[in-house]
């Protein structure tokens, strides 16, 4: 498995913008799809966005499409999610998880490693 290391999470207004990255240890992860994940206080949790291993394909959960962007370099090894126009039901503790495979996938059970997740919180 990949360990993986969320950065960037933190509290920002509503409307303003994070980046949070995502690297993993050990290892490189150019032939890994990537994705983020969600998990809000009560809830399960939810996939965010995906993006193939050429960085070629990404694809977004309807609550975040037009605002989040998903996006790698493989040369720095670091997946990223750029967030904006936060809201507050944003606020989460997100998680980014690496697939064997290079393609995309958007179920919990399709990604094999998983990272401890850093915290966004969004007030109003």
């Known amino acids: 498995q990949v360990q993986l290391v969320e950065s960037g999470g933190g509290l920002v207004q509503t409307g303003g913008s994070l980046r949070l990255s995502c690297a993993p240890s050990g290892r490189t992860f150019s032939s890994n799809a990537m994705g983020w994940f969600r998990q809000a206080p009560g809830k399960e949790r939810e996939f965010v966005a995906v993006?193939?291993?050429?960085?070629?394909?990404?694809y977004y959960a309807d609550s975040v499409k037009g605002r989040f962007t998903i996006s790698r370099d493989n040369a720095k090894n670091t997946v990223y999610l750029q967030m904006n126009s936060l809201k507050p039901e944003d606020t989460a503790v997100y998680y980014c998880?690496?697939?064997?495979?290079?393609?995309?996938?958007?179920?919990?059970?399709?990604?094999?490693?998983w990272g401890q997740g850093t915290q966004v919180t969004v007030s109003s």
């Open positions: 998880a690496a697939r064997i495979s290079g393609s995309i996938a958007t179920k919990n059970s399709d990604f094999g490693s």
């Open positions: 993006i193939s291993a050429s960085g070629l394909y990404t």
